[in-house]
Nanobody
Framework: VQLQASGGGLVQAGGSLRLSCAAS????????MGWFRQAPGKEREFVAA????????RYANSLKGRFTVARDSAENTIYLQMNSLRPEDTAVYYC???????????????????WGQGTLVTVSS
């Protein structure tokens, strides 16, 4: 499985960005796709997850209502729509894939076997 994340950039506080994660390889309905982020000097944290079928989503509690994860089945791409961005959302965002937990550990980066290269999101105040 290969993952290619894109869409990061510089945005003012209150703005929006949409990140993309293009998936290729032997990915199937057993996979969970996750978004994580890591801010400078901080640990990696869970952002959102979606099953490959696109029917189930989960979010970090602090991000509910601002971030939305979705899947485009035709393009094998996962999106993370980020609205009302804040300076504290500044981080490198990673997409990842796992097929071990059956969605039971969607929040735990240790379960994810495949990672994209990360895309930097910078929110200015």
């Amino acid at each position: 499985v290969q993952l290619q994340a894109s869409g990061g950039g510089l945005v003012q506080a209150g703005g929006s960005l949409r990140l993309s994660c293009a998936a290729s390889g032997r990915i199937n309905s057993n996979y969970v796709m996750g978004w994580f982020r890591q801010a400078p000097g901080k640990e990696r944290e869970f952002v959102a997850a979606i099953n490959w079928g696109g029917s189930t989503t989960r979010y970090a509690n602090s991000l509910k209502g601002r971030f939305t994860v979705a899947r485009d089945s035709a393009e094998n791409t996962i999106y993370l729509q980020m609205n009302s961005l804040r300076p504290e959302d500044t981080a490198v965002y990673y997409c990842a894939a796992e097929s071990r937990s059956g969605f039971s550990h969607y929040y735990d980066g240790e379960y994810y076997d495949y990672w994209g290269q990360g895309t930097l999101v910078t929110v200015s105040s």
